[in-house]
């Protein structure tokens, strides 16, 4: 009897989905913790504090990708990221997709407090030569989120294409 309910027991963990899918998190190591600061629901301001648009980040698949829904404040555009830990390149990804039919691929790393991606080589129809896109998210002490993009020609030499500021939204 004792060992008919010792059986029972053992069954009974074992079929848990929580505990289960708590054994099974494959993405809940520190690396892919890196981008938690994202998360949230956000007002997006420029510099001088005017509304652009509104951010919705969240995790989706197990909390293995960071997705975000942007949409602008003054206009119909809208875009989607996707944002995610290679644990087999050891760095991030992100992949925005937008109404525009745009796509942009990132990679890059978490290095000193900040999560710079960057594209591959890239050039514009209204650039001469090609460029590199920086795009780096800073956590602020005061709860924001700076994010800053760059196009980084082959001198080196940054030009920002824009500064925002990620404001959390009360409930």
């Not at 008919?4 to 690396?31: D, G, M, R, Y």
């Not at 119909?76 to 991030?92: I, L, P, R």
């Not at 760059?150 to 030009?159: D, K, L, V, W």
């Amino acid at each position: 009897m004792k060992l008919l309910k010792l059986v029972f027991i053992l069954c009974l963990l074992f079929s848990n989905p929580q505990l289960n899918a708590q054994e099974s998190c494959n993405c809940c190591t520190e690396k892919h913790n890196q981008f938690n600061f994202w998360e949230g629901q956000w007002e997006v301001k420029d510099e001088k504090g005017k509304t652009l648009g509104y951010s919705t980040i969240s995790f989706v698949q197990n909390h293995c990708v960071l997705k975000e829904e942007w949409s602008n404040s003054t206009s119909a555009y809208k875009g989607t990221s996707y944002n995610f830990y290679n644990s087999k390149s050891n760095q991030w990804e992100q992949l925005w997709l937008d109404n525009q039919g745009e796509v942009l691929k990132l990679s890059g790393q978490f290095l000193d407090g900040k999560m710079i991606l960057t594209s591959q080589t890239a050039n514009y129809e209204t650039q001469q030569e090609e460029k590199v896109n920086r795009i780096t998210w800073t956590p602020l002490q005061d709860g924001r989120v700076k994010q800053e993009w760059n196009t980084i020609s082959a001198n080196g030499e940054a030009t920002l294409i824009f500064k925002r500021f990620y404001e959390k939204l009360k409930h």
